[in-house]
């Protein structure tokens, strides 16, 4: 059914277009082409160039990676596709390997994972900052100019357990676990339940504690949905960016003491490479700055609840937004 539905979609574009070429030829109008005023291909010019993009594996990052990737085609760069890797691990060895050139990495993450500090900087901008220039000097990393949206780890619960249990901000969690320890049920994923920004620095944080067999594994992209649905888990790991938190009545649980950094994405690349290119850093500052948390929440939803094609998300975004033909 969906390959159905998106040859409908390519052979209603392809008469459109078809339709739009013949009158302009009736007009005496000359169609823009990608080269047109305001794409990137007129400003940047990487021709010659052979770079392959990376990404993680879930809906968000599928649809930066595409937007790096055809962003980057645009400009008259060959780009093998790498995206959708794997997760944060695999993903920066490869970057630091040479296997893939660049991919988008998340200033939280940077600063916690990859480079093992234990507590967050306050404040986006000081955290990028931070990131940016311990990477840059310990590892040759360099980060590019973030996007405004923040996917900070967030807890959700639906609003019906919200209003069940008097939930509201993740403070609240302790008196569940006191109160009604069987209804205190978390669905997370592996990686959540390993990193210091995630469940381990979460319940140190709050100083609490859930029982293993309160923790359900899961699979980032069925979290969601158990948590809807309430047979599993009450409580769930979710992104503070995805889509389908509105759209399946989540409420997202206030972190009140200030526990989850800020996550704000940025295109990373070996400082080698963005010497020889120099053109990546105003070309993805252009684009990032489009990526704000209303844009991300309707991408991610596109993909997560309407069942659309992440590589068809991030041309569409282009496209809107001026950077392509």
């Known amino acids: 059914m969906r390959t159905t539905k998106r040859r409908l979609r390519r052979w209603l574009a392809a008469l459109f277009v078809a339709a739009l070429a013949m009158t302009a030829c009736e007009a005496d109008v000359i169609i823009d082409d990608p080269e047109a005023e305001g794409s990137l291909a007129q400003d940047y010019d990487l021709s010659g160039a052979e770079l392959t993009v990376g990404s993680k594996e879930f809906t968000e990052q599928l649809v930066l990676g595409h937007i790096a990737r055809i962003a980057l085609e645009s400009t008259g760069a060959t780009v093998e596709d790498e995206i ?5 691990a695999i993903v920066r060895e490869a970057l630091e390997a040479g296997e893939i050139d660049l991919y988008w990495e998340y200033t939280g993450t940077g600063w916690i994972t990859l480079l093992g500090e234990t507590e967050p900087v306050e404040g986006a901008e000081a955290q990028y900052e931070a990131v940016a220039e311990r990477d840059l000097e310990e590892n040759g990393i360099r980060w590019l100019e973030p996007a405004p949206f ?13 209003e069940e249990f008097d939930l509201s901000q993740l403070s609240d969690l302790q008196r569940l676990l006191d109160e009604s320890p069987d209804a205190a049920t978390f669905c997370v994923a592996s990686e959540f339940v390993t990193r210091d920004d995630g469940l381990p620095g979460m319940e140190q944080h709050y100083d609490i504690e859930f029982p293993q067999e309160n923790l359900v594994m899961l699979d980032e992209g069925a979290i969601y949905s158990e948590v809807e649905q309430r047979d599993n888990c009450n409580l769930g790991e979710v992104f503070a960016t995805d889509g389908r938190i509105a759209a399946l009545d989540l409420v997202v649980l206030e972190d009140d003491r200030d526990f ?27 684009i990032a700055a489009r990526l704000d948390t209303e844009t991300m929440q309707d991408l991610n939803a596109r993909v997560d609840a309407e069942g659309e094609f992440p590589e068809e998300v991030a041309e569409d975004l282009l496209r809107a937004e001026g950077f392509i033909g």
């Open 150 to 162: 923040d996917n900070t780890y967030a807890v959700a619960v639906h609003e019906s357990a919200a």
């Open 260 to 286: 989850f950094p800020a996550y704000n994405p940025s295109v990373t690349v070996r400082d080698e490479l963005y010497q020889q290119y120099p053109q990546l850093g105003e070309m993805f500052a252009e």
């Open 84 to 88: 959708g890797l794997a997760g944060t």
